[in-house]
C-alpha cells in the first residue's frame, strides 16, 4: 500500500461495513488517532452497541494481516472486569479490524481536559483498577504498551483498560512481514506513545517486559495527581530522551501535600532502571492497600524508599549506550511518520 492516498470517511465506511457484513451495522465514526479510526457500530444478534476499530493505511504498511488477527485474538481471552474485551477481528480489504463492546462513560483522558488534577481517592481508586487488569494479564503473558489516560475508560464508579494487545499485535505482525531483524522502531505507533514510554521502550530493548506497563503506570498516576506529565519537551526526540536522562520532578513538590507513601510509589515506578520498580502489578496492588497511601496517616508499608531521581545517573547508564541519540531520533521519526 506504500504510497496510497488516505481513504475518506465514507470510502471507509462503506469498505468496512462490506467487511462486517450483517452482523454489524455501523452507525457512526467516533474519532481515533494514529493507531485506529473508531467507529460506533450495532451488534443486530445481541443488539448491543459495540466499537469497531480499524487500523489506518500508514500504519497497515508492510503488516501481515493474518498475523495481526491471530495476535489481537490473544487478547480476547482476557476476561476480566477491568478490561475492554476483543470481541472479534477480521480484515477490510487488506486492513485489519477488531470490535469491542462500547464502554459507556468517558477516559480518564477526557476527564483530565475537563477537571485538571484529580483528587487522591480518585486517583488511587483508578490506579487499583488498571492494576488489577495489569495483574491479570501479566500473569497471562500479554503486555499492554501503551497505558495512558486515553486507554483507560470511566464507567459505572470503575476504570477500565482497553486496547490490550494492540501494540504487541503490531510488532508481531511488522516481524512477520520483514524478518527477525524488525524493531520496534519500524513500526511507529507500536513503541507506545512517547509521553508515557518506559526508557526501554524509547532504545527499542528486545527485552522490555511488563515493566513497561508499571513506568507508565506511574507517568499516568503523576499526571492525574498534577495535571500534567513528568517527562515533556518540545518535540517528540526532547520526550524521549527526557525519558531516558532527565529524573521525574518529586510528587512531593510537584503537588504539595500528597501523602508520602504514594510519592514513594509513584517515584518507583517511574524509575529508569525497570529492576528499580515494582516488579510485578500485583505487588502495586498490595503497595494501594496501606492506608498511607490515600491518607498519609499511619507508617508507610514502603518503608524507606530514595526519592524519585536519587542516584538516576549511575542506575541509567545502561540505558544511554553510544548512539542511543540516534535511535531516539529515529524512533521519534517512526511515530510521526505513523501517526
Not at 182 to 190: A, I
Not at 325 to 335: D, E, P, R, T
Request: with cysteine; hydrophobic share 45%.
Amino acid at each position: 500500500m506504500s504510497g496510497s492516498h488516505p481513504i475518506d470517511a465514507d470510502a471507509l465506511f462503506t469498505r468496512l461495513q462490506h467487511a462486517l457484513g450483517t452482523a454489524y451495522r455501523l452507525e457512526r465514526e467516533l474519532g481515533g488517532g494514529g493507531m485506529s479510526r473508531v467507529f460506533v457500530a450495532r451488534e443486530i444478534g445481541l443488539d448491543r452497541s459495540v466499537v469497531v476499530k480499524v487500523l489506518p493505511e500508514n500504519v497497515v504498511e508492510g503488516l501481515s494481516a493474518d498475523r495481526f488477527r491471530r495476535e489481537i485474538m490473544l487478547s480476547a481471552g482476557l476476561q476480566h472486569p477491568n478490561i475492554v474485551g476483543v470481541i472479534a477481528a477480521g480484515d477490510s480489504d487488506g486492513l485489519p479490524y477488531f470490535v469491542m463492546p462500547l464502554v459507556e462513560g468517558e477516559s480518564v483522558r477526557a476527564k483530565l481536559v475537563r477537571d485538571g488534577a484529580l483528587s487522591v481517592p480518585s486517583t488511587v481508586a483508578i490506579l487499583r483498577d488498571v492494576a488489577r487488569a495489569l495483574a491479570y494479564a501479566h500473569q497471562r503473558g500479554i503486555v499492554h504498551r501503551d497505558i495512558k489516560p486515553d486507554n483507560i475508560l470511566l464507567s459505572g464508579g470503575a476504570a477500565v483498560v482497553a486496547d490490550f494487545g494492540v501494540a504487541k499485535a503490531l510488532v508481531d505482525a511488522s516481524r512477520t512481514q520483514t524478518g527477525s531483524g524488525q524493531t520496534l522502531t519500524h513500526v511507529g505507533t507500536s513503541l507506545g506513545t512517547p509521553a508515557y514510554m518506559a526508557p526501554e521502550q524509547v532504545v527499542a530493548d528486545p527485552s522490555a517486559d511488563q515493566r513497561v506497563d508499571i513506568y507508565a503506570l506511574g507517568v499516568m498516576a503523576f499526571e492525574m495527581l498534577t495535571g500534567r506529565q513528568p517527562f515533556t519537551g518540545s518535540n517528540l526526540t526532547e520526550v524521549m530522551s527526557a525519558h531516558l536522562t532527565k529524573p521525574a520532578e518529586p510528587l512531593a513538590s510537584a503537588r504539595p501535600g500528597v501523602p508520602i507513601a504514594l510519592g514513594q510509589l509513584v517515584g518507583r515506578c517511574l524509575e529508569k532502571d525497570p529492576a528499580m520498580r515494582p516488579q510485578t502489578a500485583q505487588e502495586i496492588l498490595q503497595l494501594l492497600d496501606d492506608p498511607a497511601v490515600v491518607s498519609g496517616a499511619v507508617p508507610s508499608l514502603l518503608g524507606a524508599v530514595p526519592a524519585v531521581g536519587a542516584g538516576s545517573n549511575a542506575r541509567t547508564k545502561w540505558l544511554i549506550p553510544a548512539g542511543a541519540a540516534a535511535l531516539i531520533a529515529v524512533a521519534a521519526l517512526g511515530w510521526f511518520v505513523a501517526k
